[in-house]
DNA sequence: ATACTTGTTAGTACCTGGTTATAATAGCTG
DNA sequence: CAGCTATTATAACCAGGTACTAACAAGTAT
């Protein structure tokens, strides 16, 4: 009788640890009483793998969330990056990802809003210029069709020239959906050529 | 002695509820507890006072806070029109303001980011065409100069032509900082003239 | 076999921030 | 004076926990 038993209602710890983490990542409102059900161990077993685990009681859930929501200075989904950059080799080339949720989409026909294509499109456009600030001074845009919700946009941007004594540069963005390409863009970038400070310009990115 | 004593500290039930309203609102945080030594008045008075006022307790308005916040269709301030629309003239011309604010620009310059001009912007020409549904085209656009933390943006928006059957229409924004102009686009905003539904475009606009 | 360790369960005391109900008190009013 | 409102007090109870102590089963080491 060396093997295990085990009940088929009853993971291991690590499996359970895990269907843990993911009931309260889906529903941060469950209370132990719920876990301990759905768990099928006893309700200190619950609060012990909270504890391992740093997962905070229900209040103290609920009030990191309210916090955070009340927080004036809340980091937006806009806030460095509009989209997951994927590839990016510096004055050159980029792609990014980007997914068009319920908040991006015009709730009544479910149409993305074209600032969010847009914003993708030049977060990339600022990105994939190599300097410490880099920002946008004109853009030639063009809507191709329109993106819907749960399409995943990827942005592709080529850095067609450097000129200007490189204080200038050109760089051109193509998103698409699969195969379609949905927008396309023309932008000028304005960069920091050394510690020239430019005038007439927006938008902003970090190197490291 | 018919005159009301009233001790300084104390205020008629009145003002107490008023006062009581406020120190919620602006700080939703805050324990009856908190209240009590604010109001200068017993714990079961706040707690008559809220249910008076209708105000849940602490532990309700934060999970109705966290609740609000992890609605998946929370409507962000990107919801429907970026800015403040303070005058519009279906079909000719309109105005809005937008006040730049932490959440907007780069932290490190303090410089609003592009896309959040150019949302204003692009907003603004969609609301001004009078129609069920307005996408946005294509764009041409300039960004004349950058534009800061605290800055309030007012967008101007003028239409310029309806053509080709109704189905067309060029919209001119020129956004201003005080006198001093920071954008500049031309966006051709398709409309759906009639039932024709339109291709390639993006953004919508309800009529009301 | 014995001791030690890990995992699980149980039970108790206690905490916060309240609710609900009941009663007592003060002060004014008709 | 009775009747009313406003306020305060007191006590029981609740949800959803924390913190601690204890007990037991199973596997591992000695």
Redesign the interface.
Known sequence: MAKVVRTIERLPKRERHQLLGSLIDDN??ITDQELTRQLKVSIQTVRLDRLELGIPEL?E???L??????D????????EV?GDIVDLQLDHSGISLFEIK???V????G?????????QA??LA?AVINDE?A?????????????KLGEKCIAKAYVRSISGGRSKAKVEVFSYVSDEMVFQGSFLIYRSAGETVI??????A?RN
Chains 1, 2 share one sequence.
């Open positions: 941060p409102f209040r859930r609920m009030k969330m309210a916090e955070r929501s009340y004036p200075v809340r980091s937006l989904p806009l806030d509009i319920e908040e991006h015009f709730s009544r026909t149409i993305a809003r074209g600032h969010h294509v847009f914003a030049n977060s600022v600030i920002l946008t001074a004109t853009a030639d845009i063009r809507f191709v069709r329109q993106v005038e007439g310009g927006m938008d902003g970090d």
